[in-house]
């Protein structure tokens, strides 16, 4: 059969389309770019956010039309939000065939071919911890150039619950891989090709403490000791992880990284806010001196590196005074990036018992304030970069300009170049830079 995958969210999302496309090739099937051409589409969905629930919802909702041309089309959604909403999503939509939630999402192949066969709505949605052995297939298209890419889920699930989230209620408990599975998994990607490999997890930091809410004591961390077995494999040139939560980066895991040849001096490292009244009533378990000491013991180990975050504005309660320690705090870390939400409550939520008492055009401003901070933040880190030698690992031509290829530093920085006659995506090249643009970097090769 032709299949269709349409991912919404974030990038576990994009990893588990790419391992169930490999599981469908694997199975005979074949995948295709193009809506009208499938005989199955599926829609691996988001709910994160109500407007990633509402796209995702009007897409399925306009595919009745090819249902109506063709009806022997197979249509499912998959992921966060049909974990969510399960049969409910069936009655509303019931031109969709079938729900697969996040923790059978490794039965999609036997599902798709019962359903063929017997024509049938189908619900799956029952948490299963053997979704995290199940999907480990990936798939690579020949061509594409950023083949030399790779991801791996290392974690799934969420113990945190923090009040403004549903991840725990979507994606389950926290479970982790076991090391040798995750390593085997790397050397297997390398050995096709990948140079660059990101690991995967709602808090990928707290990898193989058992679901423990508490981090670790200092000299303990399971997480390191992956990244270590990690940096070993000879061929595999960087690591990157996404995204941690602040409190597990004791000792262990900071000199894990500070001596790491792998291991990209660029760390995601979620905020929310830098108030903390309201870091506590969002079940964060950290104070904002806390997170300055985390971000201090970082920079004291690995002087170059950088930073990005996420931030939620307008969370139920917070006054000006919030926002102006969040501000503070976000120019003080100096961070290179910042995903900035305006706080909306997610059903489910416990922060969704809270009356939302903040106005929208609040949220709007404060969201342009900390967007403003950060273009003029990242536009001087930028400048100081002038006249420095990088080490990139180049990607490729440059998206808007074919005459240049692009490349990404350690420290997660992008830089254009002129390329050479040996040039060739996936490998490592040294540029010294000549001119700072607003958000990325430009150089010439040496």
Known sequence: ??????????????????????????????????????????????????????????????????????????????????????????????????????????????????????????????????????????????????????????????????????????????????????????????????????LLGQNVAAYGWGGNINPPPAGVSPFAELLEELDRIPELLRIRFTSPYPTYFNDRLIGAIASSRTVCRNIHLPLQSGSDRILKAMNRQYTADGYRQVVHAIRQAIPDVTFSTDVIVGFPGETEDDFRMTRDLMNEVGYDNSFIFKYSPRPGAKSAEIADSVPQEVKEERNAVLLEDLKKRVAASLRTQVGSVQEVLVEGTSPRNPERWSGRTGTNRVIHFLPDSGIRAGTLRRVRITRAGSVSLFGELL
């Open 1 to 198: 059969m032709k299949i269709h995958i349409k991912t919404y969210g974030c990038q576990m999302n994009e990893r588990d389309s790419e391992a169930l496309a490999g599981m469908l090739i694997e199975a005979g099937h074949t995948m295709v770019d193009v809506e009208e051409e499938a005989d199955v589409l599926l829609f691996n969905t988001c709910s994160v956010r109500e407007q990633a629930e509402r796209k995702a919802k009007g897409k399925i909702g306009y595919m009745k039309k090819l249902k109506a041309k063709n009806p022997d089309l197979v249509i499912g959604a998959l992921g966060c939000m049909a974990q969510r909403l399960g049969n409910e999503l069936l009655n509303e939509l019931p031109h969709l065939d079938f729900v697969l939630g996040t923790g059978q999402l490794h039965t999609l192949v036997p599902l798709i071919e019962s359903i063929r066969e017997e024509r049938r709505q189908v619900a799956s949605i029952a948490e299963s911890a053997d979704v995290l052995t199940g999907m480990g297939n990936h798939y690579r298209p020949s061509g594409d150039p950023s083949g030399f890419k790779a991801q791996i889920a290392i974690t799934r699930g969420c113990n945190r619950f923090c009040s403004y989230c549903i991840v725990p209620y979507v994606r389950g408990r926290e479970i982790s891989r076991e090391q040798a599975d995750v390593v085997a998994e790397a050397r297997m990607l390398v050995e096709d090709g990948a140079k660059e490999i990101m």
